[in-house]
Structure formats: structure tokens, C-alpha cells
């Protein structure tokens, strides 16, 4: 079983519609959550971090959180053209005698339709 | 805030030559440098966790000798890739976090290396 977990899509919604992106993860342990956004060629970009259960809004983007779940998601929201990219869902783990680090999902292609 | 930087963004180096990327964060103190590696199509792989004044903590299966990484301040890390091989070509990343907040990453442009 991977440490975190994505749909690989391609994820693809029509302009205005919401676009759902979720991820689970193994180790009930962590605390940190994360979702980058990766454009072809570029490097990731942070969008959003959560670290309590329950949803967390930044204008078109919600992230939400169930721990007992371990399940992680991403909305959003009036999805445009330029949402098109490659979504990474990334959890922090406390590994014993190294301090925390990111491991990451493979990540969502999302392509928003004109 | 919290802009991170890399250079050079790109390189072709031949086969067998050593190449220098600087990470810098440019607006915050980073007291943990981090260094991705990340092949088309793939996911980021974690290579080595580096703290100021300190050796990096590498990933199994990663060369310590063949990936040599200096963090000598709090705002610049660097990775050597020493006697490059076509297998070696990649995008490298880096990414900073600081004292504020420690598990978030923001990350550098990424630098593409192609070893001929």
C-alpha cells in the first residue's frame, strides 16, 4: 500500500463546474496536510495546507480533512482553463530520528474544458 | 513571502562533468532545505534533508558521494551532482521551510539537468 494515495486521472470537468480531488494516506499519525499544484514543466506550487478536521476555505479552493478517514480533499471551485494542471496531495510524517518530511501522491492530472 | 530560488534553471552538461545548483531562499530564513528529484511523469522523490550547519540525511538508495549537498547558511543550500551520467538527467528541485513553520515546503523553480 503507498504512503499516499491519488487518482491519477485525467480528471476531466467543463469550465464553472466543480472539480473533486481526494487522497488518502496510511499513517494515521500525521498531523500536516498538503496540496500543490504542478504546471507541465514548472515546479509545485503551494495552494492550500490543513491541519484540522473539517474543511478550510481560500477562495475558489476548499480543503478538507477527515483523520478517523485518513482522506484528504481539494475543491474547487468555478474551475477555469488555467486550473488545468497536475494537482499533489502531500502529507508530513514524523519519521523517528529524521524530524518530519513530505511524501507525496502521484498526483491528479486535472484538465478544465473550454 | 517565502520565495525560494534555484539556479541555474537549466543545464547540459557532458557525461562525466560535476554541476553545481544553488537553492536560496530569498525572503526567510530556512532552516531545513529539502531535494526532490522528479522524472517525466513521476511523482517528486525525496533525495536528501539538509539543516544548516549540518550533513544531509539521505534517502535510501541515493549516493551520498555522487550527490553531494552543502548548506552552509540559512539561505543558500547547494547540490553537486558529481561525475554526471545520462541516467542522471532529471528535474531537480529544492524546497525551504523555515522556523515558523516548519512543515511547509515551499519549493524553487526547479532546475532541468541534461547530461549528454
Known amino acids: 500500500q503507498k504512503e499516499v494515495e491519488q487518482n491519477s486521472g485525467p480528471l476531466s470537468v467543463p469550465e464553472g463546474a466543480i472539480a473533486s480531488l481526494n487522497c488518502t494516506y496510511s499513517?494515521?499519525?500525521?498531523?500536516?496536510f498538503f496540496w500543490y499544484r504542478q504546471y507541465s514543466g514548472k515546479s509545485p506550487e503551494l495552494i492550500m495546507f490543513?491541519?484540522?478536521?473539517g474543511d478550510k476555505e481560500d477562495g475558489r479552493f476548499t480543503a478538507q480533512l477527515n483523520k478517523a478517514s485518513q482522506y484528504v480533499s481539494l475543491l474547487i471551485r468555478d474551475s477555469q482553463p488555467s486550473d488545468s494542471a497536475t494537482y499533489l496531495c502531500?502529507?508530513?510524517?514524523?519519521?523517528?530520528?529524521?524530524?518530519?518530511?513530505?511524501?507525496f501522491g502521484q498526483g491528479t492530472e486535472l484538465s478544465v474544458k473550454p | 513571502g517565502a520565495v525560494v530560488s534555484q539556479h541555474p534553471s537549466r543545464v547540459i552538461c557532458k557525461s562525466g562533468t560535476s554541476v553545481k545548483i544553488e537553492c536560496r531562499s530569498l525572503?526567510?530564513?530556512?532552516?531545513?532545505m529539502f531535494w526532490y528529484r522528479q522524472f517525466p511523469k513521476q511523482s517528486l522523490m525525496l533525495m536528501a534533508t539538509?539543516?544548516?550547519?549540518?550533513?544531509?540525511?539521505?534517502e535510501q538508495g541515493v549516493e551520498k558521494d555522487k550527490f553531494l549537498i552543502n548548506h552552509a547558511s540559512l539561505t543558500l543550500s547547494t547540490l553537486t551532482v558529481t561525475s554526471a551520467h545520462p541516467e542522471d538527467s532529471s528535474f531537480y528541485i529544492c524546497?525551504?521551510?523555515?522556523?515558523?513553520?516548519?512543515?511547509?515546503?515551499?519549493f524553487g523553480p526547479g532546475t532541468r539537468l541534461t547530461v549528454l
Open positions: 539538509s539543516n544548516e550547519g549540518s550533513k544531509a540525511t539521505y
Open positions: 499513517d494515521r499519525g500525521s498531523q500536516s
Open positions: 525572503d526567510f530564513q530556512a532552516t531545513t
Open positions: 502531500a502529507v508530513n510524517m514524523l519519521i523517528y530520528n529524521q524530524g518530519g518530511k513530505l511524501i
Open positions: 524546497s525551504a521551510s523555515g522556523p515558523r513553520d516548519p512543515d511547509t515546503q515551499y
Open positions: 490543513i491541519y484540522s478536521n
